[in-house]
């Protein structure tokens, strides 16, 4: 039986159009994977379902009755329950209170059973598999892998049956990645129904029955899984085909010691607010790429934000870190961007985006000083040239929808990522720092996106990429740290690349 069934289902914002005659059908106790392009209308057509947004024309059949879902509320009364990409938790508040809002257990209003809720939540976690005990904990304080699995158990007790999961494993490591598939299979055991977007076609292979193929807001086609493949799938996505890994010319690194290094980290360690770097020592040539690898929580994020602003850490670090030999640990942000160094941070939200900016406000950012883009009046900005600019970047990154004025918090994910590449390329750094560069991304843009930053190294440029993707450091690195316990575990150069062994490292075993 069909539990969900969309019928010529369309949805636009103002002109831009997202969902155009939707229709596909999911049936009850399956896996149903929703793919498409970045921009291609799979989280709108999911928050339609779930009644964040209301449909423009088309229906929606709910168990073979036609419904119209106009609030979320009204979406988890009927058993539909969904996890943003983008996670919808109140930070300051504790983790418990994040799961029970608005299903408080308790006889009145006001009087609420926390211990009864903490029990349940407790229950739950230990039967899926979802290890947890920080219930009483500000979400704040957690990292980004356990505030994904929150958002799990919240939908877990809100005893949804048909959960929706929006890009669940972005940020989840690939252990956290096995454990959140086994548990999707126990619950489609119990009856569930799991709608899964996702742009990881190897997962959606690999977990789901079918398979919906969107592009440009339409039903491509639904496949079922077992009877396709990547390449089909990958070319109903984009409409051409793809390749996965990187195909163009990799120019080649010399090994000789005469190539000075233009960054350098000795003896490096501090305690951050989350994680904490002890004794790390590398260093970043012109004209190659440094992958840096781990499980997440083993340092590495924490390096990162060090690297882009030591000034933060000033007072509690020790150790040396140079740029052309000249020390920069007293360097602000503004500092290493007058040195040449441009980032591409980990969360593009948090950290990237003013998402009720548009997309010529979010080009700006950093780069207020760039001559390019000042006005002939002393202290104002050249908005023309800014816009210009940004069309060309664009035009070169598809970025959708195509109009600079667009506020980029009613962009899709991906092209939140592609404006914020777009960026931090355009000033043409000669120091960069990429984070996590195609998560969320599909793999027409991945392809895009892994051929800016190879074009930058085979320019001179020094890069810096860190990366929960293993195949995407391989695919791009010259070298690869592995971070474990706040460490470098292990180096490995390309030579010395193999998966098995780097993902020993991972886990705290020896190069060896």
Same mark, same amino acid.
């Given at each position: 039986?069909?539990?969900?069934?969309?019928?010529?289902?369309?949805?636009?914002?103002?002109?831009?159009?997202?969902?155009?005659?939707?229709?596909?059908?999911?049936?009850?106790?399956?896996?149903?994977?929703?793919?498409?392009?970045?921009?291609?209308?799979?989280?709108?057509?999911?928050?339609?379902?779930?009644?964040?947004?209301?449909?423009?024309?088309?229906?929606?059949?709910?168990?073979?009755?036609?419904?119209?879902?106009?609030?979320?509320?009204?979406?988890?009364?009927?058993?539909?329950?969904?996890?943003?990409?983008?996670?919808?938790?109140?930070?300051?508040?504790?983790?418990?209170?994040?799961?029970?809002?608005?299903?408080?257990?308790?006889?009145?209003?006001?009087?609420?059973?926390?211990?009864?809720?903490?029990?349940?939540?407790?229950?739950?976690?230990?039967?899926?598999?979802?290890?947890?005990?920080?219930?009483?904990?500000?979400?704040?304080?957690?990292?980004?892998?356990?505030?994904?699995?929150?958002?799990?158990?919240?939908?877990?007790?809100?005893?949804?049956?048909?959960? @929706? %999961?929006?890009?669940? &494993?972005?940020?989840?490591?690939?252990?956290? *990645? =096995?454990? #959140?598939?086994?548990?999707? +299979?126990?619950?489609?055991?119990?009856?569930?129904?799991?709608?899964?977007?996702?742009?990881?076609?190897?997962?959606?292979?690999?977990?789901?029955?079918?398979?919906?193929?969107?592009?440009?807001?339409?039903?491509?086609?639904?496949?079922?899984?077992?009877?396709?493949?990547?390449?089909?799938?990958?070319?109903?996505?984009?409409?051409?085909?793809?390749?996965?890994?990187?195909?163009?010319?990799?120019? @080649? %690194?010399?090994?000789? &010691?005469?190539?000075?290094?233009?960054?350098? *980290? =000795?003896? #490096?360690?501090?305690?951050? +607010?989350?994680?904490?770097?002890?004794?790390?020592?590398?260093?970043?040539?012109?004209?190659?790429?440094?992958?840096?690898?781990?499980?997440?929580?083993?340092?590495?994020?924490?390096?990162?934000?060090?690297?882009?602003?030591?000034?933060?850490?000033?007072?509690?670090?020790?150790?040396?870190?140079?740029?052309?030999?000249?020390?920069?640990?007293?360097?602000?942000?503004?500092?290493?961007?007058?040195?040449?160094?441009?980032?591409?941070?980990?969360?593009?939200?948090?950290?990237?985006?003013?998402?009720?900016?548009?997309?010529?406000?979010?080009?700006?950012?950093?780069?207020?000083?760039?001559?390019?883009?000042?006005?002939?009046?002393?202290?104002?900005?050249?908005?023309?040239?800014?816009?210009?600019?940004?069309?060309?970047?664009?035009?070169?990154?598809?970025?959708?929808?195509?109009?600079?004025?667009?506020?980029?918090?009613?962009?899709?994910?991906?092209?939140?990522?592609?404006?914020?590449?777009?960026?931090?390329?355009?000033?043409?750094?000669?120091?960069?720092?990429?984070?996590?560069?195609?998560?969320?991304?599909?793999?027409?843009?991945?392809?895009?996106?892994?051929?800016?930053?190879?074009?930058?190294?085979?320019?001179?440029?020094?890069?810096?990429?860190?990366?929960?993707?293993?195949?995407?450091?391989?695919?791009?690195?010259?070298?690869?740290?592995?971070?474990?316990?706040?460490?470098?575990?292990?180096?490995?150069?390309?030579?010395?690349?193999?998966?098995?062994?780097?993902?020993?490292?991972?886990?705290?075993?020896?190069?060896?």
């Amino acid at each position: 039986m069909n539990v969900i069934e969309f019928k010529r289902v369309a949805k636009s914002f103002g002109d831009v159009v997202a969902n155009r005659d939707l229709s596909f059908e999911v049936k009850a106790g399956t896996i149903h994977g929703l793919i498409g392009e970045n921009g291609a209308g799979k989280s709108t057509a999911m928050k339609v379902l779930f009644g964040i947004f209301p449909a423009d024309s088309g229906e929606i059949l709910i168990r073979k009755k036609p419904t119209r879902i106009t609030n979320p509320v009204q979406a988890m009364r009927l058993g539909i329950g969904m996890v943003h990409q983008h996670f919808m938790l109140a930070e300051p508040e504790t983790v418990l209170d994040n799961i029970i809002l608005g299903h408080e257990p308790g006889w009145f209003p006001g009087l609420i059973f926390r211990d009864k809720a903490r029990k349940e939540l407790t229950e739950i976690s230990k039967n899926y598999g979802l290890a947890f005990d920080k219930w009483d904990v500000p979400v704040s304080h957690l990292s980004v892998g356990e505030q994904q699995r929150v958002e799990i158990i919240k939908l877990l007790y809100q005893r949804s049956d048909v959960l @929706i %999961l929006d890009e669940p &494993t972005a940020v989840l490591t690939p252990q956290e *990645v =096995k454990e #959140l598939f086994q548990n999707l +299979l126990r619950l489609k055991q119990e009856g569930k129904t799991i709608i899964l977007i996702s742009h990881k076609l190897k997962e959606v292979l690999e977990f789901t029955d079918y398979v919906t193929v969107m592009r440009r807001g339409e039903t491509v086609g639904t496949k079922v899984t077992n009877e396709t493949n990547e390449d089909e799938l990958a070319e109903m996505m984009v409409g051409r085909k793809v390749s996965f890994t990187y195909q163009g010319i990799r120019r @080649i %690194l010399s090994d000789s &010691t005469e190539i000075p290094s233009i960054l350098k *980290v =000795k003896g #490096l360690s501090f305690k951050g +607010l989350s994680e904490s770097c002890v004794d790390v020592t590398l260093n970043l040539r012109q004209g190659e790429i440094l992958g840096i690898g781990g499980v997440q929580g083993n340092g590495q994020s924490e390096f990162l934000r060090f690297l882009s602003n030591p000034k933060e850490y000033f007072h509690k670090v020790s150790g040396e870190y140079t740029i052309r030999d000249q020390s920069v640990l007293a360097d602000s942000p503004l500092d290493l961007r007058k040195r040449g160094v441009s980032l591409v941070p980990e969360d593009r939200l948090a950290e990237g985006l003013l998402l009720q900016q548009d997309m010529t406000e979010n080009f700006l950012l950093g780069q207020h000083e760039d001559p390019r883009y000042q006005s002939k009046f002393p202290g104002l900005l050249d908005r023309d040239a800014a816009r210009a600019r940004v069309e060309q970047n664009i035009k070169a990154f598809d970025i959708r929808p195509p109009y600079p004025t667009v506020w980029s918090g009613r962009m899709s994910g991906g092209n939140q990522q592609k404006l914020v590449i777009a960026r931090a390329l355009d000033s043409k750094p000669e120091i960069l720092f990429v984070a996590h560069p195609t998560r969320g991304v599909d793999v027409g843009a991945i392809e895009l996106i892994h051929e800016a930053i190879m074009n930058e190294r085979n320019a001179g440029r020094a890069i810096i990429l860190f990366s929960s993707e293993l195949e995407e450091l391989i695919d791009l690195s010259d070298r690869i740290a592995v971070f474990y316990g706040g460490r470098i575990q292990a180096e490995f150069g390309r030579k010395e690349f193999d998966p098995w062994k780097i993902g020993k490292t991972m886990g705290g075993g020896n190069k060896e």
